[in-house]
């Protein structure tokens, strides 16, 4: 069916265009490489339909009983209203987890560590903001929102997309994958790898699925012509 073929096209033009990005990511500011790849992140994941920059939340308690505004690159608007927090950071080398070891464990880098703790209180300063945060942050990026689409904070969670995990030995991607899962119930943390396999998987799994369509269509030309 042409919604298969057309899915398959899309798929195929995102992980080629991440391919050919990654590539070249040094040429990119941070700020050029964060537009794109939520671009392309949108795509991938079509449970969200918009990605909101600079998302403004009032902060009541460094500077209590005064507020502070902190500001959020990146947000996700779900189908539903509902949102969450998308870190995404340029691919550098060894972004991940320590070459080195820290009690026989690779640990995650501190840029790593570094995103994983402001995504934690992103999380905890937006779960505090209530009704008048969601109005707030309707009112300030409505134009970039689907007509009628009121903004839902309930138990948002956080994706940040960082490093290569390509290069790293058996022993690292053990310990990162490790470190993934004792986040796992707040934050998701995807490599560029990863998600380039997930692209390889869900277009060999439509190659298969168009291949298969078009076998049974031209069997039951033949049964018919018989």
């Known amino acids: 069916p042409a919604a298969s073929e057309l899915e398959l096209e899309k798929f195929t033009y995102v992980r080629d265009r991440l391919v050919e990005m ?11 490489w964060q537009t794109a790849v939520a671009d392309l992140f949108l795509l991938v994941f079509p449970q969200y339909v918009a ?19 902190r500001d959020i690159d ?38 790593l560590s570094g995103s994983l703790m402001q995504a934690e209180k992103y999380l905890f300063y937006l779960s505090k903001a209530g009704r ?3 109005k707030d942050i309707a009112r300030r ?22 490093g290569r995990d390509d290069a790293l030995t058996d022993r690292e991607k053990f310990d990162f994958e490790f470190a993934r899962r004792a986040y796992s119930n707040v934050l998701d943390i995807i490599s560029y790898d990863d998600l380039l396999r997930r692209l390889d998987n869900i277009i060999a799994s439509l190659k298969s699925r168009t291949s298969a369509r078009a076998e049974a269509a031209g069997s039951a030309e033949i049964g018919e012509s018989a």
């Not at 209203?81 to 060894?94: L, Q, S, T």
């Not at 990026?141 to 960082?162: D, F, M, Q, V, Y």
């Open 51 to 69: 990605v909101l920059q600079h998302v403004q939340v009032k902060e009541y308690y460094s500077k209590a009983p005064k507020f502070t505004v």
């Open 141 to 162: 990026h409505g134009a970039c929102l689907p007509a009628g689409l009121e903004i839902r904070i309930a138990n948002p969670k956080a994706i940040i997309l960082s």
């Open 132 to 134: 008048e945060g969601e």
């Open 74 to 111: 990146l947000m996700l608007v779900g189908a539903n209203g509902c949102v969450d927090i998308i870190e995404i950071k340029k691919p550098f080398a060894r972004s991940l987890v320590s070459k080195g070891k820290y009690r026989d464990n690779h640990i995650p880098v501190r840029e």
């Open 22 to 32: 990654l590539k070249d990511a040094e040429t990119y500011s941070e700020a050029d």
